[in-house]
């Protein structure tokens, strides 16, 4: 008999539309692969119903809020259904970027310079203007649990910092200013514990924003990175320690960037990573020799080996 998944995409977050997409790509290489898939919209759906319907796993293609902060996996924890990728705490955690940095700092590795704030502390009072004054202009200012860089602005200059905050504070009621750091990004895949080639991002944006990411056709990919040996070697130790630190499981990403210094800095962690023709993780599992099927394949069958 077919084992019977459910494919969770769509939702309600910013991210909705690239959620629908991944999921979609997901549920046609399962249908190949021979599976009883279903695809299921939780906007308008009662998760609760999945124990009814009779799902066997559950394969989570949603991105942001809803999806990858630990909320999904608790009702699906609570449903005692089997399902792809991190649990709860290490979900909730990782969309949190303020909270992420804090415990990467706790075990030095290198985080960039910021300063978080509360949407209720605006306009900011005088101590908290003179701690964003002491980063480096420019500066990103960004919401502090959104994805896929929605609600970002790179700030040049003090005067611009308000319509920045002002943007980030439309998507979360905490805020991250960062320091922006000038330099070549790279991703590393994470699939079951172990690194995937590494990929060079190169975009002629400011920086990876949401257009470089899905709408500009003059983002690059490199894969290989063309990184020398050592720097492999150096990145992926960052990478996997920073997964681990976290508690992830199943695929996900580590995002850096590498300034002019040669010096690799920490930027985010992706928890359930884009699964579209354009996504990174599908690149570097190409160059690895996993094709597409087979990568949704191990998705599904991590830490469940006879399923």
Not at 160 to 165: D, P, Q, T, V, Y
Not at 226 to 239: C, G, S, T, V, Y
Not at 278 to 295: C, H, N, Q, T, Y
């Given at each position: ?22 999921g979609n790509y997901i549920v046609q290489s399962l249908l190949k692969s021979g599976f ?157 514990q172990k690194t995937l080639p590494i990929i060079n991002i190169s975009t002629r944006n ?74 990174l993780v599908p690149i570097a599992a190409k160059e690895a020799g996993i094709s597409f ?15």
């Amino acid at each position: 008999m077919k084992k019977k998944i459910a494919v969770l995409l769509g939702g309600t977050s910013s991210e909705r539309e690239i959620s629908i997409r991944s999921g979609n790509y997901i549920v046609q290489s399962l249908l190949k692969s021979g599976f009883n898939v279903h695809a299921i919209d939780t906007y308008n759906y009662s998760i609760t119903d999945l124990k009814k319907e009779k799902f066997d796993k559950v394969y989570i293609a949603l991105h942001g809020k809803g999806g990858e902060d630990g909320s999904i996996q608790g009702v699906l924890e609570y449903l005692k259904i089997p399902y792809t990728g991190s649990g709860i705490m290490a979900s909730a955690i990782s969309i949190d970027k303020f909270r992420t940095k804090l415990l990467w700092k706790s075990h030095n590795l290198p985080i960039i310079p910021d300063v978080y704030i509360k949407k209720n502390a605006i306009p900011l009072n005088t101590y908290a203007i003179k701690q964003i004054l002491k980063l480096k202009f420019p500066v990103l200012v960004k919401p502090n649990n959104q994805g896929s860089s929605i609600g970002i602005t790179l700030v040049s200059s003090a005067k611009e910092l308000s319509k920045g905050i002002n943007l980030a504070a439309n998507y979360n009621d905490d805020i991250l200013i960062e320091q922006f750091i000038i330099g070549k990004e790279y991703t590393v895949s994470i699939l079951n514990q172990k690194t995937l080639p590494i990929i060079n991002i190169s975009t002629r944006n400011s920086f990876y924003d949401y257009n470089a990411k899905y709408k500009s056709s003059s983002t690059e990919y490199l894969c290989p990175s063309k990184l020398n040996i050592k720097q492999e070697k150096k990145l992926n130790e960052i990478a996997i320690s920073a997964w681990n630190i976290l508690g992830c499981k199943g695929c996900g990403r580590i995002d850096v960037i590498l300034d002019h210094e040669n010096k690799f800095w920490l930027l985010e962690v992706n928890t359930i990573p884009g699964m579209t023709n354009r996504s990174l993780v599908p690149i570097a599992a190409k160059e690895a020799g996993i094709s597409f099927d087979k990568l949704v394949l191990l998705i599904l069958n991590i830490n469940n080996k006879n399923f």
